[in-house]
């Protein structure tokens, strides 16, 4: 359990202290993969499905290495290799999949409130890797754990989320859970890239990057979704990068020396983001990519019943 909660859906549902459990744990879980033996038994004899409906590389393989590291067995379903192509439904493979008794099913859907549904329906505990535009919760959680580290604390930090708001699970995520640990949210990117009304949820709009970034301690890149979107909501993507885009240039100044950047991957190198700034010495993504692996061994360890005993801290390597 993850408090109160046997699924992890999103984070708008989860509280501070909901949210801390989950980053405090990731804390140990990353001592565990720095040792030379990365390997547990916590979860040992515990099941993983990973059902993903939509690609990926990060959240799939750090879901898969987590639940390895666990000692869990860990089954990679993809759609395309499935019997989704000859008409079976979501909810039939879902519940077909957990008649084999996994312990958590680990779900990436375009449709938003495909886990949502599938936790309504199914015995194991269930949690989103990303459902259409709604939210990505453990990419949001991994965010947060990259500020904690980097900053000690997001108490009075302040964090600007750059791109495609209105398609963006990841945006959604960080603002259901950076307000909730002290930061501020700023929000910036094309009128047409902003959904009407987030104000509501605590963040300040912007649509001049400058003014969006000057003064802040982080600032989350996002590439734009193109995959959710109809009509094109931007001219081109030469306009776009020119207004919305970070270069070098643009963060050497306009950006606090401390400042650090953000993107949860895939980068569309040239169009929100240079590569000098991708890897230049600000970057913290490839920080976030290795702590996704901690932060989903923490996810998975709570939701699938390790016993206290069984506490990575408490397990010698
Ligand atoms: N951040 C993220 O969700 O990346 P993938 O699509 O590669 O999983």
Same mark, same amino acid.
Not at 3 to 27: F, K, N, Y
Not at 37 to 52: H, I, T
Not at 108 to 123: D, K, T
Not at 199 to 207: D, F, K, M, S, Y
């Given at each position: 359990?993850?408090?109160?909660?046997?699924?992890?859906?999103?984070?708008?549902?989860?509280?501070?202290?909901?949210?801390?459990?989950?980053?405090?744990? &990731? !804390?140990?879980?990353?001592? +565990? /993969?720095? #040792? *030379?033996?990365?390997?547990?038994?916590?979860?040992?004899?515990?099941?993983?499905?990973?059902?993903?409906?939509?690609?990926?590389?990060?959240?799939?393989?750090?879901? %898969?290495?987590?639940?390895? +590291?666990?000692?869990?067995?860990?089954?990679?379903? !993809?759609? &395309?290799?499935?019997?989704?192509?000859?008409?079976? !439904? /979501?909810?039939?493979?879902?519940?077909?999949?957990?008649?084999?008794?996994?312990?958590?099913?680990?779900?990436?859907?375009?449709?938003?409130?495909?886990?949502? =549904?599938?936790?309504?329906?199914?015995?194991?505990?269930?949690?989103?890797?990303?459902?259409?535009?709604?939210?990505? *919760?453990?990419?949001?959680?991994?965010?947060?754990? !990259?500020? #904690?580290?980097?900053?000690?604390?997001?108490?009075?930090?302040?964090? &600007?989320?750059?791109?495609?708001?209105?398609?963006? #699970?990841?945006?959604?995520?960080?603002?259901?859970?950076?307000?909730?640990?002290?930061?501020?949210?700023?929000?910036?990117?094309?009128?047409?890239?902003?959904?009407?009304?987030?104000?509501?949820?605590?963040?300040?709009?912007?649509?001049?990057?400058?003014?969006?970034?000057?003064?802040?301690?982080?600032? +989350?890149?996002?590439?734009?979704?193109? %995959?959710?979107?109809?009509?094109?909501?931007?001219?081109?993507?030469?306009?776009?990068?020119? =207004?919305?885009?970070?270069?070098?240039?643009?963060?050497?100044?306009?950006?606090?020396?401390?400042?650090?950047?953000?993107?949860?991957? *895939?980068?569309?190198?040239? +169009?929100?983001?240079?590569?000098?700034?991708?890897?230049?010495?600000?970057?913290?993504?490839?920080?976030?990519?290795?702590?996704?692996?901690?932060? #989903?061994?923490?996810?998975?360890? /709570?939701?699938?019943?390790?016993?206290?005993?069984?506490?990575? %801290?408490?397990?010698?390597?």
């Amino acid at each position: 359990m993850i408090g109160r909660h046997r699924h992890l859906i999103g984070l708008e549902g989860l509280s501070r202290e909901e949210i801390l459990q989950v980053l405090d744990l &990731a !804390t140990s879980m990353k001592e +565990v /993969l720095s #040792r *030379p033996v990365k390997k547990v038994p916590s979860l040992r004899g515990k099941n993983v499905v990973n059902l993903f409906f939509e690609t990926s590389t990060r959240t799939r393989s750090s879901f %898969e290495i987590a639940a390895k +590291v666990l000692s869990a067995d860990a089954l990679n379903w !993809t759609a &395309a290799q499935s019997s989704t192509t000859k008409g079976e !439904t /979501l909810l039939d493979t879902a519940k077909n999949l957990e008649a084999m008794r996994p312990d958590v099913l680990v779900v990436r859907h375009s449709a938003s409130g495909a886990p949502n =549904f599938l936790a309504r329906h199914v015995g194991c505990s269930v949690v989103s890797a990303g459902d259409g535009a709604h939210e990505h *919760p453990s990419q949001g959680l991994l965010d947060c754990f !990259t500020l #904690r580290e980097r900053f000690g604390s997001l108490e009075g930090r302040t964090v &600007a989320i750059v791109g495609d708001i209105s398609h963006s #699970r990841v945006a959604r995520s960080d603002l259901h859970s950076l307000p909730k640990l002290g930061a501020k949210v700023r929000l910036c990117g094309p009128p047409t890239m902003i959904p009407l009304g987030v104000e509501r949820l605590g963040a300040t709009v912007h649509h001049d990057l400058r003014t969006a970034v000057e003064g802040v301690d982080a600032v +989350v890149m996002l590439r734009i979704q193109h %995959e959710r979107i109809g009509d094109p909501l931007i001219p081109n993507t030469r306009e776009y990068s020119k =207004f919305w885009g970070l270069n070098a240039k643009k963060a050497a100044e306009w950006l606090e020396p401390g400042a650090v950047i953000l993107h949860p991957g *895939p980068i569309n190198r040239g +169009v929100e983001l240079s590569s000098d700034v991708a890897d230049g010495p600000r970057s913290v993504i490839l920080d976030q990519v290795q702590n996704g692996v901690a932060v #989903r061994m923490a996810i998975l360890y /709570l939701l699938a019943g390790g016993a206290g005993e069984d506490r990575p %801290e408490k397990v010698s390597a």
